[in-house]
């Protein structure tokens, strides 16, 4: 069983009517690094949030292959990195057999109706998220939260999402309160930035 089926049944439905707010961050963590730790920890505190899970992809559609890590390396590597935290680390595409984000969230959100999720990801990712497959049922089924990566804030805010479901953009000072909206909903968070990549660690830079 994984650390998130544990952590969400050892947290079972609220009898107060408070619905458990978690953040979704999807990705290859090849390797987890300080930059995933550090947006994490920004969306935990800004839109209050009771934990963030990493769902760690065996294999992104959009990746080559050539240079991905076993899946139980990036595992251990996130693991390493979150350990003590109330950031939770699973392989759960694995497990249930989903490949693509849009799929993943509909499955979660049918097994735990008790929570209110919140997908987050990098600004870069805002970019190119309409070559996903059904993307925009990622922001039909969970409120969207954007947070800000150097170098990339100014496309993501002209990109092809950014448009598609610009009258769905709540303020950022209303960010508490992305967990219960109904979606589509998101929001663009200016977080202080960091420049850890994943890439730049493989590389050694």
């Known amino acids: 069983m994984t650390e998130i089926w544990v952590s969400a049944l050892r947290n079972p439905p609220p009898t107060s009517g408070r619905h458990r707010r978690i953040g979704i961050l999807g990705g290859s963590f090849n390797p987890a690094h300080t930059g995933h730790l550090h947006i994490s ?4 505190d800004r839109l209050r949030l009771d934990e963030v ?26 693991r390493a990195l979150t350990h003590g935290s109330n950031i939770r680390v699973s392989d759960l595409e694995r497990e249930i057999g989903t490949q693509y984000t849009a799929d993943t ?5 049918g097994r735990f109706p008790w929570c209110r999720f919140v997908w987050i990801m990098g600004a870069d990712n ?10 925009t049922a990622v ?13 990339y804030s100014f ?5 092809t ?12 000072t209303r960010a508490i309160a992305l967990a ?18 994943a890439t730049r660690i493989r590389g050694g830079r």
């Open 53 to 78: 899970w990493w769902l760690v992809s065996p294999q992104n559609p959009l990746k080559h292959t050539d240079g991905m890590a076993p899946l139980e390396d990036r595992l251990n590597s996130a």
């Open 139 to 151: 922001f039909e089924t969970v409120p969207v939260a954007v947070l800000a990566r150097p170098a």
């Open 155 to 159: 496309k993501a805010l002209v990109s």
């Open 105 to 109: 969230l509909k499955v979660l959100k």
């Open 126 to 135: 805002l970019i190119e998220i309409n070559r996903w497959k059904n993307w």
């Open 41 to 44: 920890r920004q969306a935990l």
């Open 180 to 197: 219960e909206s109904k979606p589509p909903a998101w929001v663009f968070l200016h977080i202080p930035l960091s420049s850890a990549s």
């Open 161 to 172: 999402a950014a448009k598609r479901f610009q009258r769905y953009r709540i303020k950022e």
